[in-house]
């Protein structure tokens, strides 16, 4: 259940980010978009803030990819109940967490329930957080809620705090939302303060009007940077858009490298959430200045043991996250062996580690950032159980970059 459920906007995320173009079936014009079968975004978005059935909308677009050879997902972001139509492919099943409005909270969802349960379109429950981006939406008028207030630290934690709340509540995206035309996008400290925290796909929208703003988006933590009002008065832009978001990934790519025995390629596709996980463990060894590495084991799709490192707090060196999570790990099943486990690790496991994963009979290890001066390919590249595979590269760059800074603030 959970692979089809996923299929759609889980894609792992080694470099890769996702751009969507925003089409309001009101406004958009098909003939003026610049698709070819080479030059598209990743996903359409098709909805608005008012009118009804996007069914006639859905087939034109549909008619207007072929036509240009393009695949693309079309997926419903419905400003109501009216707007679903069984011919999309995906729908974001919103519930406005920002504001306190029933309607948008739950009604909505249940007038359009039971046509979207009777049809195939895959269904991706979404919190939609407005923030004020300085003007007056539609979005606004229409659903009667004021956005929440990112210009203070009080109100940046009320954005977070919905954010944690909306993982909570099992949504599978959160999507923050400046606007249509808003005069400022969602600001890089929040995506940043809402990616340390939760661990769901994050969609940012509004008021992004540059590649290099994009690119600041996704280098915050952005999974999928939506664009919409902007193509619609300059649907030349689209191509720079798309070069941006390709140097980006081949950026990230590139400074990974080669790894070792393994690579993306055999990744699953749980690895990136679980790697979420193990990176939520690495800000909480941040926020103790120790030095950021966090991991977490995982049996039979469940976290059985998390840790973190804690070789400053407990003066131990041999207090590192991977002999947390093993020792955590080994209460939880009561026996010291772990041959079912995968452990993910945000940095490649250091001689010690290694050997205490081999002991623990780990099978399956995964890992972020290479570490070519401390890791375990260069000093102990045996140390593993001799069946065990490994996989790097997983959020790589996040969970690089949180050790260079961390290293770049105590010099
Ligand atoms: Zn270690």
């Not at 309001?24 to 080479?38: Q, T, V, W, Y």
């Not at 109100?155 to 249509?180: F, N």
């Not at 039979?300 to 947390?324: F, K, P, S, W, Y």
């Amino acid at each position: 259940m959970d692979e089809i459920n996923h299929n759609i906007l889980y894609r792992p995320s080694l470099g890769d980010k996702k751009l969507a173009l925003l089409l309001d079936p009101e406004k958009a014009d098909l003939n003026a978009l610049p698709l070819s079968s080479d030059s598209h975004p990743d996903f359409i978005f098709v909805g608005g803030s008012t009118g009804g059935d996007t069914t006639p909308f859905v087939r034109a677009l549909r008619e207007k990819l072929s036509i240009v050879n393009c695949q693309l997902s079309i997926i419903l972001f419905p400003g109501s109940a009216a707007q679903f139509t069984p011919e999309a492919d995906a729908i974001l099943y919103l519930s406005l967490l920002s504001g306190d409005n029933p309607e948008y909270l739950v009604s909505q969802q249940i007038k359009s329930a039971r046509s979207i349960h009777a049809s195939s379109v895959e269904v991706i429950p979404t919190a939609y957080i407005l923030i004020d981006g300085g003007v007056e939406t539609s979005t606004m008028r229409v659903t009667g809620t004021k956005p929440l207030n990112p210009s203070n630290a009080e109100g940046i934690q009320t954005i977070v705090d919905t954010s944690i709340a909306a993982e909570l509540m099992g949504k599978q995206a959160i999507y923050l939302e400046a606007g249509s035309g808003a005069k400022t996008p969602v600001s890089l400290d929040i995506i940043r303060e809402v990616r340390k925290n939760t661990s769901v796909t994050l969609i940012v929208g509004g008021g992004i009007r540059t590649p290099e703003a994009m690119q600041a988006a996704y280098s915050a933590g952005a999974d999928i940077v939506v664009i919409g009002n902007h193509f619609e008065s300059h649907p030349e832009d689209l191509n720079s858009f798309l070069t941006a978001q390709r140097s980006y990934s081949a950026a990230v790519l590139q400074c990974s490298g080669p790894t070792g025995e393994a690579g993306p390629s055999e990744q699953r596709s749980d690895d990136s959430r679980f790697m979420r996980l193990a990176l939520q463990e690495a800000y909480k060894a941040q926020d103790a200045q120790e030095i950021p590495i966090g991991c977490v084991i995982v049996s039979d799709n469940r976290v059985i043991g998390r840790g973190h490192n804690l070789t400053e707090t407990l003066a131990d060196v041999t207090a590192h996250a991977e002999i947390q999570a093993i020792t955590a790990a080994s209460q939880t099943l009561g026996g010291k062996y772990l041959p079912d486990a995968t452990l993910y690790v945000t940095v490649e496991p250091c001689p010690m580690c290694a050997g205490a994963i081999g002991w623990a009979q780990i099978k399956r290890i995964v890992y972020g950032a290479p570490d070519p001066k401390r890791g375990y390919q260069t000093y102990a590249p045996r140390a593993f159980h001799p069946k065990a595979t490994v996989t790097s590269g997983i959020l790589e760059e996040e969970c690089r970059s949180l050790i260079q800074e961390f290293f770049k603030s105590k010099r």
